[in-house]
């Protein structure tokens, strides 16, 4: 029960396979993490980044938490954050969200989840600004509009802070996405938004 066996046996196929299929795989990666892309996602078991975009490890930085929130208090995202964009120097930040969200469907129900609740009042105040669009869709059709709608929000924020603005402000080039995946086909959506400098965000949050 303790040592998980069956885990540290997999690990021992995977690292034979990645060695049988590429020798000098782990030495290099060992020598150094030079990835051009930082995700942000769901901490959902169902929606692992590397996976999802068959990337192989060190190809992409990974931040998750639930329901892929971008709150300017966490310093545990924003130290993710500043490392990716400063020390990392990815060149795309990758918002993605996934339909059938456990949190999103928490935020929307008035009822008490515990510690959590905390967590999902980020997300309640986005169904509180776009109640009017959400409320006028069929009942099942509201808890996915407001998983898209909470990527465009946390893309805002990640936009928002002065550590993406700042490597604008610098000559940067920096593009902030907005993507969202269906758990039951496996689907990556676009939702259409990209953010590439300060000029394209709100004036009130610009720095400069």
């Given amino acids: 029960m303790r040592v998980l066996k069956d885990l540290f046996a997999k690990n021992r ?24 892309y930082f995700w942000i996602g769901c901490s959902d078991s169902r929606v692992p980044a590397n996976q999802i975009v068959d990337l192989l490890p060190g190809e992409i930085f990974v931040h998750r938490n639930i329901a892929n929130v971008v709150v300017h208090t966490d310093l545990n995202c ?3 954050l500043q490392y ?9 930040i990758i ?13 929307m129900e008035n009822r008490e989840h515990g510690l959590i609740d905390n967590w999902l009042r980020h997300i309640k105040d986005v169904y509180r600004l776009h109640r009017a669009e959400i ?41 902030v996405h ?3 995946y ?27």
């Fill in 78 to 80: 924003l130290s993710v």
């Fill in 135 to 175: 409320d006028l869709l069929p009942k099942d059709q509201r808890a996915d509009r407001l998983c898209e709608l909470n990527v465009v929000e946390q893309v805002a924020n990640v936009c928002h802070t002065t550590i993406v603005q700042n490597a604008w402000n610098k000559g940067r080039e920096l593009a």
């Fill in 84 to 92: 990716a964009v400063e020390v990392l120097r990815v060149k795309h």
């Fill in 13 to 36: 196929a995977w690292a034979e396979n990645i060695r049988n299929s590429r020798p000098d795989f782990f030495s290099r990666l060992a020598a150094q993490q030079s990835p051009q």
């Fill in 182 to 208: 269906r758990v039951d086909n496996g689907i990556l959506k676009d939702l259409e938004v990209c953010v590439t400098g300060v000029d394209q965000i709100a004036a009130i949050h610009q720095v400069r």
């Fill in 95 to 107: 918002v993605c969200g996934h339909y059938g969200c456990g949190g999103v469907a928490a935020a």
């Fill in 178 to 180: 907005g993507w969202i």
